[in-house]
């Protein structure tokens, strides 16, 4: 097979044709008409797959821009309304703290208020169990006194009183008492 080849390139390089159709072996003056040659048709046939091409790749371009700003004002009004959340919520959490804080000074008040209630009922408790002590105590002496009093008069009543005595002080007392009655009557 290489002989038939070698062959070929034999005529074609010695024996040239005269009008005819012929293979130029020389690179630099083929090369440049070749490739023009073949850029003027890729430039005629391919011009319009080109611009479809072009214009689907823009038109993507252009979609994928648009979807992005779409999402992106989308992000922007979910990111404001965050935002518009997280003050209301900030300002519920201040009123909230500043509530708590009014209703801990207000209980604390109400604490203190009520201890200090609570201690002024226990002193007077304690006043009032005193005095309730300091006059058992005073009646008990009473008692007592009276008592020692009641049986040494008594001791000194037997001991002084005869029987003539004792009459004259019993008839005594009686006529007190009736002369009591009449004057109630």
């Given at each position: 097979?290489k002989?038939?080849?070698?062959?070929?390139?034999?005529l074609?390089?010695?024996?040239?044709?005269?009008?005819?159709?012929?293979?130029?072996?020389?690179?630099l003056?083929?090369?440049?008409?070749?490739?023009?040659?073949?850029?003027?048709?890729?430039?005629?046939?391919?011009?319009?797959v080109?611009?479809?091409?072009?214009?689907?790749?823009?038109?993507?371009?252009?979609?994928?821009?648009?979807?992005?700003?779409?999402?992106?004002?989308?992000?922007?009004?979910?990111?404001?309304?965050?935002?518009?959340?997280?003050?209301?919520?900030?300002?519920?959490?201040?009123?909230?703290?500043?509530?708590g804080?009014?209703?801990?000074?207000?209980?604390?008040?109400?604490?203190?208020?009520?201890?200090?209630?609570?201690?002024?009922?226990?002193?007077?408790?304690?006043?009032?169990?005193?005095?309730?002590?300091?006059?058992?105590?005073?009646n008990k002496?009473?008692?007592?006194?009276?008592?020692?009093?009641?049986?040494?008069?008594?001791?000194?009543?037997?001991?002084?009183?005869n029987?003539?005595?004792?009459?004259?002080?019993?008839?005594?007392?009686?006529?007190?008492?009736?002369?009591?009655?009449?004057?109630?009557?």
């Amino acid at each position: 097979m290489k002989n038939v080849t070698d062959s070929f390139v034999y005529l074609v390089g010695h024996y040239p044709f005269a009008g005819s159709f012929a293979f130029n072996t020389d690179i630099l003056a083929t090369n440049p008409i070749n490739l023009s040659i073949v850029l003027g048709v890729l430039i005629f046939f391919g011009k319009g797959v080109l611009n479809d091409l072009l214009d689907n790749r823009k038109q993507r371009i252009l979609s994928t821009i648009q979807n992005s700003e779409e999402l992106r004002k989308k992000t922007v009004e979910q990111l404001e309304r965050a935002r518009d959340r997280l003050r209301k919520v900030e300002i519920e959490a201040d009123e909230y703290r500043i509530n708590g804080y009014s209703e801990i000074e207000r209980e604390k008040t109400n604490l203190i208020n009520a201890t200090y209630d609570s201690l002024e009922r226990l002193e007077n408790y304690k006043n009032e169990t005193l005095h309730f002590e300091q006059q058992r105590a005073i009646n008990k002496v009473r008692q007592r006194v009276f008592q020692e009093a009641l049986q040494g008069a008594l001791g000194t009543l037997n001991s002084c009183l005869n029987s003539d005595l004792h009459f004259r002080t019993i008839s005594a007392n009686i006529g007190i008492l009736g002369a009591m009655e009449e004057i109630t009557d």
